[in-house]
């Protein structure tokens, strides 16, 4: 995660780098970090449920929940 966070330093608008940075952070169990990640390309209500939906494929339902 590290080295994506340098890299949305450095590119703020790469749609790629913000996408995985914010996927990774749901992986790591950090999902209002992700949010906030994915809430810069596609607004906030998108956003929560995109890391809710990837909370629940990782079979962490009660993430989920606390985000929709």
């Known amino acids: 995660a590290v080295s994506l966070r340098k890299a ?5 608008v790469n749609k790629e780098y913000t996408t ?3 996927y990774t ?4 169990g950090k999902g209002n970090e992700a ?3 994915l809430t810069r390309i596609h607004g906030e209500a998108k ?7 990837a909370f ?5 339902g009660e993430e989920a929940g606390g985000l929709l």
Do not use: S
Not at 47 to 53: D, F, G, K, M, N
């Open 8 to 12: 949305v330093a450095l590119d703020p």
């Open 20 to 22: 995985r940075l914010g």
């Open 25 to 28: 952070l749901v992986l790591t």
């Open 35 to 37: 949010v906030t990640m």
């Open 47 to 53: 956003a929560c449920v995109e890391v809710a939906r």
């Open 56 to 60: 629940r494929r990782l079979g962490q």
